[in-house]
């Protein structure tokens, strides 16, 4: 199975900072990588499919880049209620597979 | 707009047999050939597929997973449903049931509505 691994695990940020999470694949799944955002006690929601497409109603300050092994995710601008976990997932091969988790907290 | 609600034991015997249904309401489970998935998350920890249904009966699962798996669906009730044997405390978690993005009849496998998830504790 293909191996997502998130960097880092957890992250301390202010309002307003410009915040970046990683997630390599443990083998090349084109751009088949999807983000999620999910908050305490609530289900995940859909942020960014096809590893750079904003999901309908998702704020522009969040952002999605790569291909291949290496994604990232970039919130432009920390607001409040981005405070969460943010997952990867993969969809180029069967299984389909999670990253860890980064856990994005306020400082 | 389309919902959907897990339902189920929150608390299953070892060795026994581990049963959940999502309900699908505001819309036909069997329209827009959609694709409908079951993902866990054990306390504390990352996110794991376990598989999805076609409202034709067609199913894929994880075979990683060392419980078996058999998943059904209800077209009457609008229902899709979970079924994990032989359980062990490993099966401990949150249960998720989700959509899966199909656009031209092609299932994309990323999931773009989700159930709010039902705790299941597997304890004697």
């Known amino acids: 199975a293909i191996q997502l691994t998130q960097s880092p695990s957890s992250l301390s940020a202010s309002v307003g900072d410009r915040v970046t999470i990683t997630c390599r694949a443990s083998q090349g799944i084109s751009s088949a990588l999807a983000w999620y955002q999910q908050k305490p006690g609530k289900a995940p929601k859909l942020l960014i499919y096809?590893?750079?497409s904003l999901e309908s109603g998702v704020p522009s300050r969040f952002s999605g880049t790569g291909s291949g092994t290496d994604f990232t995710l970039t919130i432009s601008s920390l607001q409040p209620e981005d405070f969460a976990i943010y997952h990867c997932?993969?969809?180029?091969?069967?299984?389909?597979?999670f990253g860890g988790g980064t856990i994005v907290e306020i400082k | 707009q389309v919902q959907l609600q897990e339902s189920g034991p929150g608390l299953v015997k070892p060795s026994q047999t581990l049963s959940l249904t999502c309900t699908v309401s505001g819309g036909s489970i069997s329209s827009g050939e959609y694709y409908w998935t079951w993902i866990r998350q054990p306390p504390g920890k990352g996110l794991e597929w376990i598989g999805y249904i076609h409202y034709s009966g067609s199913t894929y699962h994880n075979p990683s997973l060392k419980s078996g798996v058999f998943m059904s669906v209800d077209t009457s009730k609008n229902q899709f449903s979970l079924k994990l044997s032989s359980v062990t405390a490993a099966d401990t978690a949150v249960y998720y049931c989700?959509?899966?993005?199909?656009?031209?009849?092609?299932?994309?496998?990323?999931?773009?509505?989700w159930g709010q998830g039902t705790l299941v504790t597997v304890s004697s």
């Open positions: 997932q993969q969809f180029d091969i069967y299984p389909l597979t």
């Open positions: 989700a959509r899966d993005v199909v656009i031209s009849g092609i299932n994309y496998n990323w999931f773009d509505l």
């Open positions: 096809d590893a750079s």
